[in-house]
Nanobody, 126 residues
């Protein structure tokens, strides 16, 4: 499975971006897809995920109400609509696939995601 993340850029605080994660190769409808982010000097943190077999979604508390994850199975693309962006959202955003049989409690666990994209930079200016 190959993942290609895109859609990042420079935006002012309060603005919006839509990130895309395009999957190719041996994809599976059982794969969940997640977005993680990594700010300079910090570890990679979970942002949101969506199951492969259903539209069930999961969010980190710090993005609830601001970010929305969705998937277009016909195009093999998962989107992350990021709104009301804050300077603290500045990071490289990565998409990942895996977690085929994860419980709800495991959907944010980074070790369960097997495939990773290259990341897309999001910079929010104040």
């Amino acid at each position: 499975v190959q993942l290609q993340a895109s859609g990042g850029g420079l935006v002012q605080a309060g603005g919006s971006l839509r990130l895309s994660c395009a999957a190719s190769g041996r994809t599976s409808s059982n794969y969940a897809v997640a977005w993680y982010r990594q700010a300079p000097g910090k570890g990679r943190e979970f942002v949101a995920s969506i199951r492969g077999s259903s539209p069930t979604t999961y969010y980190a508390d710090f993005v609830k109400g601001r970010f929305t994850i969705s998937r277009d199975d016909a195009k093999n693309i998962v989107y992350l609509q990021a709104s009301s962006l804050e300077p603290e959202d500045t990071a490289i955003y990565y998409c990942a696939a895996g977690c085929r049989f994860c419980t709800a409690q495991n959907m944010a666990v980074i070790q369960f995601y097997d495939y990773w994209g290259q990341g897309t930079q999001v910079t929010v200016s104040s």
